[in-house]
């Protein structure tokens, strides 16, 4: 069952927010295969190419950066997720021009365009890591071969809107999927699997600022009247976070409440 893309959803807002860069997604949940992903960048020559991986999609990223890399004028890559985080030495020195996204991704997605566009350097990227020193200019600019470099990332804490743009949940809907939401960053578990940083350490938003998206969420349901309105809302600190844990789970159901009787 798909679920409505969230983490590409909330980088196309922060995007979106610097009003210096267009964004398009796509996902390959919702029927998009690996050759359409090509075709599209042949096609559209995006500057920038932004890829989330999860685990079990390594050979799939190897053939899209295989692909990309090919290019006579290939777009600036920047690369995130769960497989990302777990070879991310692997991925750089297979791909030297490649760029891995290392914590929460709207400060370092809007840092990529200020790069791409001159007002940055590429140590002022945050949250990256990378191999080498860029120089040119433009879509051209390039990595020169080097040693692997990090930048420090933004804290959870330090997020003020982590709400994802819609353009993605009415096709999550005609693939028969399900719309999620978070009203909170991080994770309270420390899985030994998991590669992330962020392990048990975890932050929540403003119960009252979810009142705008799901009223935006509920006029994507309206046009589905045979889809059940539910919404899986996923709040870290709900669980294990001390004596507010019980007040802010009651604040976030009495904004579902009030959006559910309107």
Same mark, same amino acid.
């Given at each position: ?28 949940? /919702?029927? #998009?295969? *690996?050759? =359409?992903? @090509? ?10 190419? !932004?890829? +989330? ?6 050979? /799939?990223? #190897?053939? *899209?950066? =295989?692909? @990309? ?10 690369? !995130?997720? +769960? ?6 030495? /692997? ?28 007002? /940055? ?142």
């Amino acid at each position: 069952m798909p679920r409505f893309p969230l983490g590409i959803s909330d980088l196309a807002r922060a995007v979106r927010s610097t009003l210096i860069g267009q964004v398009r997604l796509m996902d390959m949940q /919702l029927g #998009v295969t *690996l050759d =359409d992903i @090509v075709t599209t960048v042949l096609d559209d020559r995006p500057d920038i190419l !932004g890829v +989330s991986a999860t685990f079990g999609q390594h050979d /799939l990223l #190897v053939g *899209l950066l =295989d692909a @990309v890399g090919e290019l006579s004028e290939p777009p600036l890559v920047l690369a !995130g997720g +769960s497989l990302t985080a777990r070879n991310e030495r /692997l991925l750089l020195r297979r791909y030297p021009w490649l760029l891995i996204a290392r914590g929460a991704g709207e400060p370092t997605i809007a840092d990529v365009l200020a790069y791409w566009h001159g007002d /940055l350097d590429l140590p002022q990227v945050r949250g990256i890591g990378y191999i080498g020193t860029a120089h040119g200019t433009g879509r051209m600019r390039a990595l020169a071969v080097g040693n692997y470099r990090k930048t420090a990332t933004m804290a959870n804490r330090a997020q003020t809107d982590i709400f994802p743009e819609l353009d993605l949940l009415a096709t999550t809907f005609d693939h028969r999927g399900v719309a999620q939401l978070e009203s909170s960053r991080g994770c309270t578990n420390y899985c030994s699997f998991c590669p992330r940083g962020h392990k048990g350490s975890w932050s929540g938003t403003d119960p009252g600022a979810l009142s705008w998206i799901i009223r935006a969420i509920a006029e994507v349901f309206d046009l589905y009247p045979e889809v059940s309105r539910t919404l899986y809302l996923v709040d870290e600190e709900f669980i294990d976070r001390g004596p507010d844990a019980v007040p802010r789970a009651l604040a976030v159901a009495d904004v579902l409440h009030a959006a559910c009787s309107g």
